[in-house]
């Protein structure tokens, strides 16, 4: 089982809203990553957890605040988003982070800000 | 930093091979992967390769590494309907700590 469930599937939040996106993986993975897909593009990393600290933030505007609460899942908490910030949300694990650690996705979040 | 280039489109007719062509520009990337995304989906892993080989083969997909070239193709042999959707060549960088460089991912269209 190579798993990644992410809910919800699709989300439509206005610019005041707070929200959250999470992830679940029941794979003993020890590594979870959040990456974000603008239409025809490739997915871009936004974060990376290594044994639930954040190891990566590539820069992320604070309006994006990861969280991850146990080793088997991860959250990402909305806040004052800009319509420019639609787009699907991909969480991803591997068993560890860095060489030799298979990255398996999730089929993603798809966050409409209006 | 790495860089991965791959072709935009591929178009090739039901029951022909496709190949899809990727390069990268970091000597030191060892661990190199193929995902395929269809339309409204998140990324499904194919298959993957290390750089202590030259080629992998699974069922109907061969990858094959040119390490010299720093290129990386996946043949889909006898292309059906189902495989039609965007393909995305992706290596581990920064020592592996970084996460994937993908390229920008070739859109395989099928011809009947």
């Known amino acids: 089982d190579t798993e990644v469930t992410q809910t919800p599937k699709h989300l439509v939040m206005g610019m005041t809203n707070k929200k959250s996106l999470k992830c679940e993986q029941h794979?003993?993975?020890?590594?979870m990553y959040w990456y974000k897909q603008k239409a025809k593009k490739p997915p871009e990393l936004m974060f990376v957890?290594?044994?639930?600290?954040?190891?990566i933030n590539e820069s992320v505007p604070s309006r994006f605040s990861p969280e991850c609460p146990n080793s088997s899942l991860l959250n990402l908490h909305l806040h004052a988003l800009q319509p420019e910030d639609s787009a699907l949300y991909l969480c991803?694990?591997?068993?560890?982070?860095?060489?030799?650690?298979?990255?398996?996705f999730g089929e993603g979040s798809w966050l409409t800000v209006v | 930093g790495e860089d991965v280039e791959q072709s935009l489109f591929l178009s090739v007719r039901e029951g022909d091979s496709s190949v899809i062509n990727c390069t990268y520009t970091d000597s030191s990337s060892t661990y190199l992967y193929w995902y395929k995304q269809e339309p409204g989906a998140g990324l499904q892993l194919l298959t993957y390769?290390?750089?202590?080989?030259d080629m992998k083969q699974d069922q109907r997909l061969t990858v094959l590494l040119n390490k010299k070239d720093k290129h990386l193709s996946l043949r889909i042999a006898d292309t059906q309907t189902g495989d039609s959707a965007i393909y995305f060549c992706a290596v581990l960088s920064g020592g592996g700590a970084d996460g994937l460089t993908f390229g920008k991912g070739t859109h395989l269209i099928i011809q009947p």
């Open positions: 390769i290390f750089s202590n080989m």
């Open positions: 991803a694990s591997s068993l560890r982070q860095g060489y030799g650690n298979t990255i398996y």
């Open positions: 957890y290594s044994y639930e600290k954040l190891s």
């Open positions: 794979m003993g993975h020890r590594a």
